[in-house]
C-alpha cells in the first residue's frame, strides 16, 4: 500500500461575496418607506444607535414664545372661572365657516363582505346559511364562482358534516345570484350577462339580447355580425340595439367593490425620487423620505485608554462593541445607499432629461442598464437593484423607473418602443371602426411613417397595448 503524499495545484474561478455586499443590495433594493422601517426597527432594537440631537442656536437669554392663540385670548381673563364657556367648546366657529361633516366610510371592502352583508336579508336556515357562506368563499374579485357546485358540495359536507346534494348547493346559489351587484355567483360570461338581462326591463331589444347570448355566444363573441344577423333573423337596427344593450353590460360586476380599493392602493405608492424642472432648464433631483439623523450613542464609543477589562467585565465590552459595529454599519449603508441611488438617479435624467422636461413617453430615448453603468461606473446587478420597485415624482406625475428602460429596435436607430407605442395606439384610436386597421395595414402606414418593423412585431406592440386584433375591434 503506497502511503506516499501528493501535491496537486487546480485552478479554479469563484466569485463570493462579502456579507457587507448582500446587506448592500438588500439596502438598495428597498423603498423609501421600506428602509424607513429598517431604521425605525433598528433605533428600537440597538441602544448604541440614536437620533442626532439639533441644538438651538438662539440666545441663551432668549425667550421662547409658545403660546397658541386660544391661550392669548384667555389671557384677557383675570381668572378661568371669567373665560365663557364657548372658548372651551372646540367646535365655535362663525356662521360663513365651511364645517365638513365626518363621512361614515363603508367597511367592506371585498364582494366577499359585500355578499355576506346580504344574507341577512333572506330568510335561510342555519344549514342553509353556512352553505351560502361556503359558496360565497368561492367566488373570485370578478364576481364569478370559481368551483362547481358538486365540489362545494362535497366540501360542506366534508367540513360541517351538512349533508347536501350538488342540487341543493345550486339552488342555494340562485339565492345568492339574486343579490347585487346583478350577474354576481355567475359560473361563466355568458351565465354573467345572462343574470343582468334577467333584471333588466322586457322589451324588444332585451329579448334580442338575451337571444343572442344564450344561442348565439359564439357568434357575438367572435364580432361575425352578419352571420349572427341571419341566424337569428335580425334586421341590421334590431341588431344593434340589442348589441348596444350587450356591451352596456358589466363582464367583471365584482370588480365594482374591488375599484374602490385599487384607489387606496395607488395613494400608497411613496416616489423615492423627486425630479424638478428648474426655469434655466436644468434638472433638481433629490431623494424622497424622512430618515431621521442617525449618531452613535456617546456611551457606546470604546474609549482606547480605558485599561484592559477584567473578566467580569469583558462579556459587557463585547455586547458593547457588538452594537457599536452594528450602528456604524448601518449609518455607513444609509449613506452609501443614498450615494448610490443619487447617482443612479441623475445619470438616468441626463439621458432622459426630454421626457422629464415634457412627460411625454414618446420623448423616452433608447436605455438600456448598461447605459447607466458607464455613467456611473456601477455594476449591471448595482444600477438595477437601485432602480427596482422604485418611483421618481415629476412635475407631470409619478412614474416608474422601469419604465424608463427600454432596448432600441435596430443599433443605429434612436427611435424607442414607446415612441412606437404611442403611434401604434393613435392610428387604432382614430381608425374607422366599421373597418379596423389589420396588422399588415398598420405595418404599412409605420413604414411610410418611417418606422421600418415587421408586422409581428406590430403584433407584439398591439398585445402590449391590450387592443384585440382587427375583427374584434369591428364595429356595426
Same mark, same amino acid.
Given at each position: 500500500m503506497d502511503d506516499s503524499l501528493q501535491l496537486q495545484q487546480n485552478i479554479g474561478l469563484r466569485q463570493r461575496l462579502a456579507p457587507q455586499q448582500v446587506i448592500f443590495g438588500r439596502f438598495l433594493e428597498m423603498t423609501a418607506p421600506e428602509l424607513e422601517d429598517e431604521v425605525r426597527r433598528a433605533l428600537?432594537?440597538?441602544?448604541?444607535?440614536?437620533? %442626532?440631537?439639533?441644538?438651538?442656536?438662539?440666545?441663551?437669554?432668549?425667550?421662547?414664545?409658545?403660546?397658541?392663540?386660544?391661550?392669548?385670548?384667555r389671557a384677557d381673563y383675570r381668572d378661568d372661572d371669567d373665560v365663557p364657556n364657548y372658548r372651551y367648546n372646540a367646535?365655535? %366657529?362663525?356662521? *360663513?365657516?365651511?364645517?365638513?361633516?365626518?363621512?361614515?366610510?363603508?367597511?367592506?371592502?371585498?364582494?366577499?363582505?359585500?355578499?355576506e352583508n346580504q344574507l341577512g336579508d333572506f330568510d335561510l336556515s342555519d344549514s342553509d346559511r353556512e352553505i351560502a357562506r361556503y359558496i360565497i368563499g368561492n367566488i373570485d374579485d370578478n364576481g364569478y364562482l370559481g368551483r362547481p357546485f358538486a365540489s362545494i358540495a362535497d366540501d360542506?359536507?366534508?367540513?360541517?358534516?351538512?349533508?347536501?346534494?350538488?342540487?341543493?348547493?345550486?339552488?342555494?346559489?340562485?339565492?345568492?345570484?339574486?343579490? *347585487?351587484?346583478?350577474?354576481?355567483?355567475?359560473?361563466?360570461? %355568458?351565465?354573467?350577462?345572462?343574470?343582468?338581462?334577467? %333584471?333588466? &326591463?322586457?322589451?324588444?331589444?332585451?329579448? *334580442? +339580447?338575451?337571444?343572442?347570448?344564450?344561442?348565439?355566444?359564439?357568434?357575438?363573441? &367572435?364580432r361575425h355580425y352578419d352571420r349572427l344577423s341571419s341566424r337569428a333573423r335580425l334586421s341590421d337596427t334590431r341588431l344593434r340595439k340589442a348589441l348596444d344593450i350587450i356591451q352596456g353590460l358589466n363582464p367583471k360586476p365584482g370588480a365594482l367593490i374591488e375599484q374602490s380599493n385599487s384607489g387606496d392602493r395607488m395613494r400608497h405608492i411613496i416616489p423615492d425620487f423627486n425630479v424638478?424642472?428648474?426655469?434655466?432648464?436644468?434638472?433638481?433631483?433629490?431623494?424622497?423620505?424622512?430618515?431621521?439623523?442617525?449618531?452613535?450613542?456617546?456611551?457606546?464609543?470604546?474609549?482606547?485608554?480605558? +485599561?484592559l477589562p477584567d473578566r467580569r467585565n469583558r462579556e459587557a465590552r463585547a455586547f458593547i462593541r457588538a452594537r457599536h459595529d452594528e450602528a456604524q454599519q448601518l449609518i455607513r449603508m444609509v449613506n452609501s445607499r443614498a450615494e448610490t441611488l443619487?447617482?443612479?438617479? &441623475?445619470?438616468?435624467?441626463?439621458?432622459?432629461?426630454?421626457?422629464?422636461?415634457?412627460?411625454?413617453?414618446?420623448?423616452?430615448?433608447?436605455?438600456?442598464?448598461?447605459?447607466?453603468?458607464?455613467?456611473?461606473?456601477?455594476?449591471l446587478s448595482v444600477i438595477?437593484?437601485?432602480?427596482?420597485?422604485?418611483?421618481?415624482?415629476?412635475?407631470?406625475?409619478?412614474?416608474?423607473?422601469?419604465?424608463?428602460?427600454?432596448?432600441?429596435?435596430?443599433?443605429?436607430?434612436?427611435?424607442?418602443?414607446?415612441?412606437?407605442?404611442?403611434?401604434?395606439?393613435?392610428?387604432?384610436?382614430?381608425? *374607422?371602426?366599421?373597418?379596423?386597421?389589420?396588422?399588415?395595414?398598420?405595418?404599412?402606414?409605420?413604414?411610410?411613417?418611417?418606422?421600418?418593423?415587421?408586422?409581428r412585431t406590430v403584433a407584439k406592440y398591439r398585445e402590449q397595448l391590450d387592443l384585440p386584433v382587427a375583427r374584434l375591434r369591428r364595429t356595426l
Amino acid at each position: 500500500m503506497d502511503d506516499s503524499l501528493q501535491l496537486q495545484q487546480n485552478i479554479g474561478l469563484r466569485q463570493r461575496l462579502a456579507p457587507q455586499q448582500v446587506i448592500f443590495g438588500r439596502f438598495l433594493e428597498m423603498t423609501a418607506p421600506e428602509l424607513e422601517d429598517e431604521v425605525r426597527r433598528a433605533l428600537d432594537e440597538n441602544p448604541a444607535l440614536e437620533e %442626532r440631537e439639533y441644538s438651538d442656536s438662539r440666545p441663551d437669554d432668549a425667550e421662547d414664545f409658545c403660546e397658541t392663540a386660544e391661550e392669548l385670548q384667555r389671557a384677557d381673563y383675570r381668572d378661568d372661572d371669567d373665560v365663557p364657556n364657548y372658548r372651551y367648546n372646540a367646535g365655535n %366657529r362663525s356662521a *360663513d365657516d365651511e364645517y365638513l361633516e365626518p363621512l361614515v366610510v363603508d367597511d367592506l371592502h371585498t364582494i366577499i363582505d359585500v355578499l355576506e352583508n346580504q344574507l341577512g336579508d333572506f330568510d335561510l336556515s342555519d344549514s342553509d346559511r353556512e352553505i351560502a357562506r361556503y359558496i360565497i368563499g368561492n367566488i373570485d374579485d370578478n364576481g364569478y364562482l370559481g368551483r362547481p357546485f358538486a365540489s362545494i358540495a362535497d366540501d360542506v359536507s366534508i367540513a360541517t358534516g351538512i349533508e347536501t346534494s350538488t342540487a341543493h348547493v345550486r339552488a342555494v346559489a340562485d339565492v345568492i345570484r339574486s343579490m *347585487d351587484p346583478a350577474g354576481v355567483c355567475a359560473v361563466d360570461l %355568458r351565465d354573467c350577462l345572462l343574470l343582468q338581462l334577467r %333584471r333588466m &326591463k322586457d322589451s324588444e331589444a332585451v329579448r *334580442d +339580447a338575451a337571444t343572442i347570448v344564450r344561442d348565439y355566444f359564439d357568434l357575438f363573441s &367572435k364580432r361575425h355580425y352578419d352571420r349572427l344577423s341571419s341566424r337569428a333573423r335580425l334586421s341590421d337596427t334590431r341588431l344593434r340595439k340589442a348589441l348596444d344593450i350587450i356591451q352596456g353590460l358589466n363582464p367583471k360586476p365584482g370588480a365594482l367593490i374591488e375599484q374602490s380599493n385599487s384607489g387606496d392602493r395607488m395613494r400608497h405608492i411613496i416616489p423615492d425620487f423627486n425630479v424638478e424642472i428648474e426655469p434655466s432648464g436644468r434638472a433638481s433631483v433629490s431623494l424622497n423620505g424622512h430618515l431621521p439623523e442617525l449618531a452613535i450613542a456617546e456611551s457606546f464609543v470604546p474609549d482606547e485608554n480605558a +485599561a484592559l477589562p477584567d473578566r467580569r467585565n469583558r462579556e459587557a465590552r463585547a455586547f458593547i462593541r457588538a452594537r457599536h459595529d452594528e450602528a456604524q454599519q448601518l449609518i455607513r449603508m444609509v449613506n452609501s445607499r443614498a450615494e448610490t441611488l443619487m447617482a443612479v438617479m &441623475k445619470a438616468i435624467v441626463s439621458l432622459q432629461l426630454r421626457f422629464f422636461e415634457s412627460g411625454n413617453t414618446a420623448d423616452i430615448k433608447p436605455m438600456i442598464l448598461k447605459d447607466v453603468a458607464e455613467l456611473t461606473g456601477y455594476d449591471l446587478s448595482v444600477i438595477s437593484r437601485a432602480t427596482a420597485g422604485k418611483y421618481v415624482a415629476t412635475p407631470n406625475g409619478v412614474f416608474q423607473l422601469k419604465m424608463l428602460f427600454n432596448e432600441r429596435r435596430k443599433e443605429d436607430s434612436d427611435t424607442s418602443a414607446h415612441e412606437i407605442l404611442d403611434v401604434i395606439s393613435n392610428m387604432i384610436a382614430e381608425e *374607422d371602426k366599421h373597418r379596423p386597421l389589420t396588422d399588415e395595414a398598420i405595418k404599412d402606414r409605420l413604414t411610410t411613417l418611417g418606422y421600418d418593423i415587421a408586422r409581428r412585431t406590430v403584433a407584439k406592440y398591439r398585445e402590449q397595448l391590450d387592443l384585440p386584433v382587427a375583427r374584434l375591434r369591428r364595429t356595426l
